[in-house]
């Protein structure tokens, strides 16, 4: 499980909340993909092939999660909110507790039976 851990600890360098974002982008990509990242790999090659069939934005998002360097990943709530996935995320009523979670899926998502693609995908789940 180690290959799934931030490079800066691996390397046993200084850490700090960075590996948390690392490892939110591990979370990210086994969601987005069915897959984890590519650990071992170059940077270039971190992400799974299965990336290319999600969105742009999505992609964007894992990109700067999955950065090596530490100073090059998204490391703030701040730089999250200004990237293309969450352009039109109502972050304001997320604050003020007027949106809820169940507003954020659509009826086709919410009463979408698991398909085939999904077991392959998502064994044991």
């Known amino acids: 499980m180690c290959m799934h851990v931030a490079p800066e600890i691996l ?4 850490y700090g909340h960075a590996v948390d974002w690392w490892a939110l982008g591990v ?4 969601m987005y993909t069915g897959r984890y990242p590519n650990a071992g790999q170059a940077a270039g090659r971190l992400l799974p092939a299965s990336v290319d069939r999600i969105a742009p934005e999505g ?3 894992l990109r700067r999660l999955l950065q090596p360097a530490p100073n090059d990943r998204l490391r703030s709530l701040l730089q999250l909110q200004r990237i293309a996935l969450y352009q039109h995320y109502r972050w304001e009523d997320v604050r003020t507790l007027q949106i809820s979670p ?3 899926f659509d009826d086709e998502c919410l009463n979408d039976e698991e398909s085939e693609e999904d077991a392959e995908t998502f064994p044991g789940f």
């Open 11 to 14: 390397q046993g360098a200084p």
């Open 27 to 30: 979370l990210a990509c086994r």
């Open 59 to 61: 992609r964007d998002l």
């Open 102 to 104: 169940v507003e954020l």
